[in-house]
Structure formats: C-alpha cells, structure tokens
C-alpha cells in the first residue's frame, strides 16, 4: 500500500492505506456517530439559529424599554409623582408591567 504523512504543530504521523475498498454507507468516519438531527440541523443551520435568536432577543429587549418607557410617561401626563421623586404609581400601570415582563 501507500504511505501517508500528516503533520501537525507538535505531531507527524505516517499512515498506511492498505487497500482502495470504498466504504458502505453504514460506516461512519472516525466510528462517530452523525445521526442525531440537532447535530445535522446545527451544523447546516447553526449560524442563521443563532443570528435569528440575536435578532428576536434585541426587538424584546427594545419593546421592554419602550413599555417601560411609555408607563412611565403615561403616569406623568396624568399627575402621579415620577418615579425618580419617589412615587410608586407605575406599579398600577398595565402598560409599565407589560414592558417589564417583556
């Protein structure tokens, strides 16, 4: 058969091939198992997963400041005591909890 090496930074190995046989489709490189569909869809799709959850976690975290934002302001247009003076009236504010537990 033929003679391989590979080189790596701190190992080089030399390998044989002994015969030219192609493999079934039931081997699996390395004796690693790929058949796992979180594997396959992580590795086809994981870049797009991951830009979308970016995406969707930046629209909740904007719609939570700007609920927030506007209870607060709703409160002031109103007459209550601001929050920075020491009033508690944005806790009566559906609008102020919505942007929180967004």
Known sequence: GSLI???????RVVCQVISSAVPADSVLDNGTS????ITRL????????????AVFSSFLIGSSVI????GLLRLVEKGGTRA????HGYL???????????
């Open 5 to 11: 090496t590979l080189s790596c930074l701190s190992h």
């Open 42 to 53: 992580e590795n086809n799709y994981g870049f797009y997963i991951g830009l979308g959850l």
């Open 92 to 102: 009566k504010d559906w609008l102020w909890w919505a942007g929180l537990l967004t």
């Open 84 to 87: 920075g003076d020491g009033g």
């Open 34 to 37: 790929d058949s796992s569909w």
């Open 67 to 70: 609920l927030k934002k506007k």
